[in-house]
């Protein structure tokens, strides 16, 4: 996957997130964070859920495609969240880029048994 590819994707992924809170009015600056994700928690909750039984469905009746799907379905509604979460939700993805960006090979080392970057003890 070149890197390019993959910015435009989901560069059309969160215009599409935008546009279509637009669409349905709902944009609103004005609810607290809180009652924002909690009144959200259940349409993400369920998009887990499908992704959760589409991964465990039976071998024979997986499909990488569908499995495909139901992942993007949880970023499309995960990205919902963060517009609920206005400007404050711009500035918390900008940390978490920045936070990831600085995590480098002189600081940090891929635990290959939790499959996670870890902090290296220096």
Same mark, same amino acid.
């Given at each position: 996957?070149?890197?390019?590819?993959?910015?435009?994707? $989901?560069?059309?992924?969160?215009?599409?997130?935008?546009?279509?809170?637009?669409?349905?009015?709902?944009?609103?600056?004005?609810? /607290?964070?809180?009652? *924002?994700? !909690?009144?959200?928690?259940?349409?993400?909750?369920?998009?887990?859920?499908? &992704?959760?039984?589409?991964?465990?469905?039976?071998?024979?009746?997986? *499909?990488?495609?569908? &499995?495909?799907?139901?992942?993007?379905?949880?970023?499309? $509604?995960?990205?919902?969240?963060?517009?609920? &979460?206005?400007?404050?939700?711009? #500035?918390?993805?900008? !940390?978490? /880029?920045?936070? #990831?960006?600085?995590?480098?090979?002189?600081?940090?080392?891929?635990?290959? #048994?939790?499959?996670?970057?870890?902090?290296?003890?220096?």
């Amino acid at each position: 996957m070149k890197r390019e590819n993959f910015v435009t994707t $989901v560069t059309k992924l969160a215009e599409s997130v935008y546009d279509f809170h637009k669409r349905w009015d709902l944009l609103n600056t004005t609810k /607290s964070y809180y009652l *924002s994700i !909690q009144e959200r928690e259940e349409l993400l909750m369920e998009e887990i859920r499908e &992704l959760s039984f589409e991964y465990n469905k039976n071998d024979k009746d997986k *499909s990488e495609i569908l &499995l495909c799907q139901e992942a993007a379905d949880v970023l499309y $509604v995960a990205l919902g969240n963060m517009i609920g &979460l206005n400007k404050e939700g711009l #500035n918390a993805m900008n !940390q978490v /880029s920045e936070k #990831n960006n600085n995590k480098t090979i002189k600081t940090h080392f891929f635990d290959k #048994n939790l499959k996670k970057v870890k902090k290296l003890n220096i």
